[in-house]
């Protein structure tokens, strides 16, 4: 076997299990729909409202969910069959899109009714993302393609992200809006069908008469006496507010800072993407989960790099590569999370903790946009830019600081999970601690 052969297995090795290919191709489908319906939602609004406040105000209501209600959703994926409610998600999300593409395509749609069906997918979405994201393991057989697998699911939803907003233009200009919806209302007909022919052995999910309100107690404590978990979340957390609404503030630098346009602003969130691909595909080259910690760290501090960075260019081509790095760091960061809470996670908590981790990665989003703009008000948009970048290389040097203690934390859940032998490391394997009993040694 050649050497570039041997690396493409290794980098594709994840869709060597059955389960696993069914739902990579089944989301290829049904995400490119999704970024279709996106793009054509903000066209469709502005269209009816011309107003900018009514964009921002769909974008904050469709996402504000997250915040309020995915920790819940994370008890119901440790409660309930997930595949069975994955599927009852997915049946949900093709109703909105068909409801949208019917209004639209007769004619009768109103900005009411994009903000209702905006809230409606934004529940069906915070169910969506801690059900999704625990259910990943259950689609391989190995549990060391774990990082794999969420690096090819990171690329997948970035490749997406390419393909369906070029898309959406391309039927907009020549159809309208409406189509854009169908077509999305189309593609879940394939993520349906991946997750109906799928074999997987359920698991028995005792519960007996536990509350949801005290099992999300659990949740929370479990998370809260893990100090890795409780560490990435954190961080995870402070990236996503002060960092990520930089995707907000983007048509203005598009068109007041750089003098550009709308392919200036396609340009900037296109190299973003690209940057963010590339460090997807880098992960899924990585050959195991130990050492991720540490990379989450740089990651972070290339992000808020790249965004101080961004915030002083005033030069188009400078700008388009600095945006590059930017989504190479962002999405790094957010995977490398990811995979390191889903290695390290006892299986019976792991909805719980997926449900804080959508929390963290997407609640704070909407609330971190609400702050960029009023900022951005008063500070101007390279001003906010440049505070998100210092706070979000705060955070990393903060994380990378502890990282000595977290490596022991961690270590000892790596070898008990078989992701790292404990041969030389002068840790016994026997009676290793629950990542529930892991606390930071002293520091004297």
Known sequence: MSYASQNLKLLLRALHHRNFRLFYCGQAISLIGTWTQRVAIGWLVYRLTGSVFMLGLVGFLGDLPFFLVAPFAGVMADRWNQQRILIVIQTLAMVQASILAVLVLTGSVEVWHVIALSIFLGLVHAFDVPVRQSFLP?????????????????????????????????LIAATGEGICFL?????????????IAMKISPKEKPRGSVRVLQELKEGFSYVSHSVPIRSILLLLGVVSLVAMPYQVLMPVFAQDILLGGPRTFGFLVGCSGLGALAGAVYLASRKSVPGLERLLAIAAGVFGIGL???????????????????????MIQMASSNTVLQSIVDDNMRGRMMGFYAMAYRGMVPLGSLL??????????????LLGGVCCVSGAV?????????????????????????AGSGMQKPGIPKAIDVSLPSEE
Do not use: C, Q
């Open 138 to 170: 259950a689609l391989l057989e190995k549990r060391e393609d774990l990082g794999n697998a969420i690096a090819l699911n990171s690329s997948m939803v970035h490749g997406a992200r390419l393909i369906g907003p070029s898309l959406a233009g391309i």
């Open 183 to 195: 077509l999305n209302a189309v593609s879940y007909v394939a993520v349906i069908a991946a997750l």
């Open 308 to 330: 101080i960075a961004f915030s002083f260019s005033r030069i188009l081509w400078l700008s388009f590569f600095i945006m590059l790095f930017t989504g190479f760091g962002m």
């Open 372 to 385: 960029a703009g009023v900022l951005a008000g008063k500070i101007g948009a390279p001003g906010t830019l």
């Open 398 to 422: 903060l994380f990378a600081s502890k990282l000595p203690y977290l490596r022991k934390a961690i270590h000892p859940i790596y070898v008990e999970k078989g992701l790292l032998s404990d």
